[in-house]
């Protein structure tokens, strides 16, 4: 059974960082893409960010590059999520996901899915 368990969640003033850390475990982590998405109220679920199984081939939403990074742990089974010079609009739950295979910016291809950590940035 595969469970990915989010953390690092919190609230935040707007310039201020926080590190989210998502831990897989049931998973074959060296073959998982890795990808982190988000839900505000009332909004859709969107693609934020995603590294391949070799901790590869970084990519960022435009919202977030330069200020977002993720990097993925093989002796901890668990990928990082450092987000710095935070903003109102980054408020959300962030989930993180993970599937077997190449990196994917869409959500329906990941099949392994946390519970989501909730971010709130406080302006």
């Known amino acids: 059974q595969v469970v990915l368990v989010e953390s690092g969640g919190g609230l935040v003033q707007a310039g201020g960082s926080l590190r989210l850390s998502c831990a897989a475990s049931g998973l074959t982590f060296s073959l998982a893409s890795m990808a982190w998405f988000r839900q505000a109220p009332g909004k859709e679920r969107e693609f934020v960010a995603v590294?391949?199984?070799?901790?590869?081939?970084?990519h960022y939403v435009d919202s977030v590059k330069g200020r977002f990074t993720l990097s993925k742990n093989h002796a901890e089974n668990t990928v990082y999520l450092h987000m710095n010079s935070l903003k109102p609009e980054d408020s959300a739950v962030y989930y993180c996901?993970?599937?077997?295979?190449?990196?994917?910016?869409?959500?329906?291809?990941?099949?392994?899915w946390g519970q989501g950590t909730q971010v709130t940035v406080s302006s």
């Open positions: 590294i391949g199984r070799d901790g590869d081939y970084p």
């Open positions: 996901a993970g599937r077997i295979g190449l990196p994917s910016t869409s959500l329906d291809d990941y099949y392994y």
